[in-house]
Nanobody, 121 residues
């Protein structure tokens, strides 16, 4: 089993910044990639960013966050981060961490519990 635990959410004014963390524990030795998704009220869960876990740092972003969000990883801590700058009210959502443990891509069935990000105008 794998456990993913997100942290770092909160309430911030538009233009502000937050840094999310997602720590993994358990059977994580076969991690291929990790990523962030978000779900706003009344909307479907959507992709935010992803990073390859080993080898080259292949990184992908949703168009809506390019230039504002940065995903990074710390393999030693088994943790990924999402630095969110220039936040907008439309970034308000529950942010979820996801892990690809089988090489089948994201999203997988491995989700964290989510962390709330609220951006006020």
């Amino acid at each position: 089993q794998v456990q993913l635990v997100e942290s770092g959410g909160g309430l911030v004014q538009a233009g502000g910044s937050l840094r999310l963390s997602c720590a993994a524990s358990g059977r994580t030795f076969s991690t291929y990639a990790r990523g962030w998704f978000r779900q706003a009220p009344g909307k479907e869960r959507e992709f935010v960013a992803a990073i390859r876990w080993s080898g080259g740092e292949n990184i992908f972003y949703a168009d809506s966050v390019k230039g504002r969000f940065t995903i990074s990883r710390d393999n030693a801590k088994n943790t990924i981060y999402l630095q969110m700058n220039s936040l907008k009210p439309e970034d308000t959502a529950v942010y979820y961490c996801n892990a690809d443990l089988k090489g089948l891509g994201l999203p997988s069935g491995y989700w964290g519990q989510g962390t709330q990000v609220s951006v006020s105008s």
